[in-house]
């Protein structure tokens, strides 16, 4: 890859970066000028990849466009083990076919960010599923559970007697040992999984090869602005929601967190992150506008260029003009679900799957958050008769839309 600007590597590559284990080690490593081996490791336990989790891929996509191997391990031994970073409570066991299912949508997904030259990809069941007992047993020697009780949540649950198993302390040797197994020179992960990197760097020691840096990613608040991305909290993006989906939450986030967005998200040069959060700061650039180009980039990134521009304009068409997006999903009305030809407004809310519940829906009216045709719902007992819903739109909020079709209608 010729003789590298380590220096200029090393801004690129540290930018946003929590751990560097150690920077010294990592300037000694990239001033050899070969391709480095960088392994991030992922446990297929769900089914989708949002930006949070995307951070420390785009950190792995920096490392492949300054010419550095790609190693991404699919975990999927380990993910039938669970990873206990940061749990409160044994984490119960994944199928091996959830875990199949779940690989499948991750290696689609994660092709999405990162670069096909330069990507070797693969499974830690080859070697971790060929152990015997003999080989558990003696990687299990390797450490103490002194060294296991080190790590901050293990700690936490023997103080409060909570249960800790055995496998659970397995878990960051069994993830260590990939390390050592494809020879990583660099090890990405979140500061979750701090300790585990670490194992892996001992091991590698201890079967004399050389330690791997240990590089850690921060963990990227939600669109709420306080609490860790995460689905279950319902204030993430993912990487793979439909364009006008990704734009329209994006143009939700806090303006405090855009800076931090940037820098995390975009991949960008830390030269071009400085000089938007500059210029937002500054005020020469408005924070509708930085929101904007931030949404832009984020699915371009996803969905290939032009995508952002075209999701910026059917926000527009619908959010500025409140008009009705193009496509609107369609929903065949059950017969099971009213009775003598009319239905309650809030239950067809839930029926439509535009919320969860009933009440879910009255609560929505009652808030001003639901249309028809265009025209605000405010009565939460109101009844509408079937017959004249063949077409209708609902609309919950600015991004949930169906249109309405009576069985046997085209």
Same mark, same amino acid.
């Given at each position: 890859? +010729?003789?590298?600007?380590?220096?200029?590597?090393?801004?690129?590559?540290?930018?946003?970066?929590?751990?560097?284990?150690?920077?010294?080690?990592?300037?000694?490593?990239?001033?050899?000028?070969?391709?480095?081996?960088?392994?991030?490791?992922?446990?297929?336990?769900?089914?989708?990849?949002? #930006?949070?989790?995307?951070?420390?891929?785009?950190? !792995?996509?920096?490392?492949?466009?300054?010419?550095?191997?790609?190693?991404?391990?699919?975990?999927?031994?380990?993910?039938?083990?669970?990873?206990?970073?940061?749990?409160?409570?044994?984490?119960?066991?994944?199928?091996?076919?959830?875990?199949?299912a779940?690989?499948?949508?991750?290696?689609?997904?994660?092709?999405?960010?990162?670069?096909?030259?330069?990507?070797?990809?693969?499974?830690?069941?080859?070697?971790?599923?060929?152990?015997?007992?003999?080989?558990?047993?003696?990687?299990a020697?390797?450490?103490?559970?002194?060294?296991?009780?080190?790590?901050?949540?293990?700690?936490?649950?023997?103080?409060?007697?909570?249960?800790?198993?055995?496998?659970?302390?397995?878990?960051?040797?069994?993830q260590? @040992?990939?390390?050592?197994?494809?020879?990583?020179?660099?090890?990405?992960?979140?500061?979750?999984?701090?300790?585990?990197? #670490?194992?892996?760097?001992?091991?590698?020691?201890?079967?004399?090869?050389?330690?791997?840096?240990?590089?850690?990613?921060?963990?990227?608040? +939600?669109?709420?602005?306080?609490?860790?991305?995460?689905?279950?909290?319902?204030?993430?993006?993912?990487?793979?929601?439909?364009p006008?989906?990704?734009?329209?939450?994006?143009?939700?986030?806090?303006?405090? !967190?855009?800076?931090?967005?940037?820098?995390?998200?975009?991949? @960008?040069h830390?030269?071009?992150?400085?000089?938007?959060?500059?210029?937002?700061?500054?005020?020469?650039?408005?924070?509708?506008?930085?929101?904007? &180009?931030?949404?832009?980039?984020?699915v371009? &990134?996803?969905? +290939?260029?032009?995508?952002?521009?075209?999701?910026?304009?059917?926000?527009?068409?619908?959010?500025?003009?409140?008009?009705?997006?193009?496509?609107?999903?369609?929903?065949?009305?059950?017969?099971?679900a @009213?009775?003598?030809? $009319?239905?309650?407004?809030?239950?067809l809310?839930?029926?439509?799957?535009?919320?969860?519940?009933?009440?879910?829906?009255?609560?929505?009216?009652?808030q001003?958050?639901?249309?028809?045709?265009?025209?605000?719902?405010?009565?939460?007992?109101?009844?509408?008769?079937?017959?004249? !819903?063949? +077409?209708?739109?609902?609309?919950?909020?600015?991004?949930? @839309?169906? $249109?309405? $079709?009576?069985?046997?209608?085209?």
């Open positions: 890859m +010729g003789e590298p600007d380590v220096e200029e590597q090393l801004r690129v590559l540290t930018a946003g970066a929590v751990d560097v284990i150690t920077e010294a080690d990592l300037r000694r490593k990239l001033g050899r000028g070969v391709p480095l081996r960088v392994k991030l490791g992922i446990d297929p336990t769900a089914s989708d990849i949002h #930006l949070g989790f995307a951070v420390v891929l785009r950190k !792995l996509r920096q490392f492949q466009e300054l010419g550095h191997v790609a190693v991404l391990i699919i975990g999927d031994f380990t993910a039938q083990v669970g990873d206990p970073s940061g749990k409160s409570a044994t984490r119960p066991r994944l199928s091996k076919a959830e875990v199949e779940h690989a499948a949508t991750y290696v689609e997904q994660v092709r999405r960010i990162l670069s096909p030259d330069g990507l070797e990809i693969r499974r830690n069941s080859e070697w971790l599923g060929a152990m015997g007992i003999e080989d558990v047993l003696r990687l020697a390797r450490t103490t559970v002194a060294r296991m009780l080190e790590r901050n949540d293990f700690a936490q649950r023997y103080r409060d007697g909570s249960p800790i198993s055995v496998m659970e302390f397995l878990y960051p040797l069994l260590g @040992w990939d390390s050592v197994m494809v020879r990583a020179d660099v090890e990405l992960g979140g500061t979750d999984q701090l300790f585990n990197n #670490l194992v892996g760097r001992t091991l590698q020691e201890q079967e004399g090869q050389e330690g791997q840096v240990v590089l850690t990613t921060p963990l990227l608040e +939600g669109l709420d602005g306080t609490q860790k991305m995460s689905k279950s909290l319902n204030n993430f993006v993912g990487i793979a929601e439909a006008a989906e990704q734009y329209g939450k994006l143009m939700s986030l806090p303006d405090v !967190l855009m800076p931090r967005y940037f820098l995390l998200t975009t991949g @960008w830390p030269d071009r992150v400085e000089e938007v959060t500059n210029a937002l700061e500054g005020g020469s650039l408005a924070p509708v506008d930085a929101k904007r &180009l931030l949404a832009r980039t984020v371009d &990134l996803s969905h +290939g260029e032009g995508a952002g521009a075209e999701a910026e304009a059917a926000f527009d068409r619908v959010f500025r003009r409140h008009d009705a997006p193009e496509e609107i999903p369609e929903h065949v009305l059950d017969p099971a @009213w009775a003598d030809g $009319r239905i309650r407004l809030a239950a809310l839930h029926e439509c799957g535009l919320v969860p519940s009933n009440r879910e829906g009255a609560r929505m009216i009652r001003g958050a639901v249309r028809r045709d265009g025209e605000p719902v405010t009565d939460p007992d109101l009844v509408v008769a079937v017959a004249d !819903l063949d +077409g209708a739109t609902l609309q919950v909020g600015k991004r949930r @839309w169906v $249109r309405l $079709r009576l069985p046997g209608n085209p």
